[in-house]
């Protein structure tokens, strides 16, 4: 008999994000597409790269405490190779700005976010 896998709090959370955008693009498409036009073009590489906006994206989602959007950046600066090493180095300067609340999002849902989406068991360090 196979057995399945559990998902992750965190795939779980993005693929809520997944489910609750395909339905906002079902019911209001035209919105949606020019949404994901605007956000694709933001993100595209330019005079920045895409690992770059990743982690300021990822700042900015700290410091408003959007979890959503914590978790889908922190994975957006792993897929655009970001090593931890960098992604904290961003989280430090979002709690520069933000103080205890940004921080402690990191220490948190960043960090489990990593440990997450890369595989590994370890806290990070």
Do not use: W
């Not at 895409?50 to 990822?58: C, D, F, R, T, V």
């Not at 849902?109 to 990593?114: A, K, M, N, S």
């Amino acid at each position: 008999m196979e057995q399945q896998q559990e998902n992750s709090p965190i795939e779980m959370a993005l693929q809520d994000y997944k489910e609750g955008i395909g339905f906002f693009t079902e019911k209001m498409p035209q919105i949606a597409k020019k949404y994901n036009a605007f956000t694709e073009a933001c993100f595209a590489k330019g005079k920045l790269s895409q690992k770059e906006k990743q982690l300021i994206a990822l700042g900015i989602s700290i410091f408003s405490q959007d979890e959503y959007c914590i978790i889908y950046h922190t994975k957006g600066c792993l897929d655009q190779g970001c090593e931890e090493e960098e992604i904290l180095e961003a989280v430090g300067v979002t709690a520069a700005f933000g103080g205890g609340a940004a921080l402690s999002q990191a220490v948190t849902l960043v960090q489990e976010t990593i440990r997450d989406l890369s595989g590994k068991d370890k806290q990070v360090q």
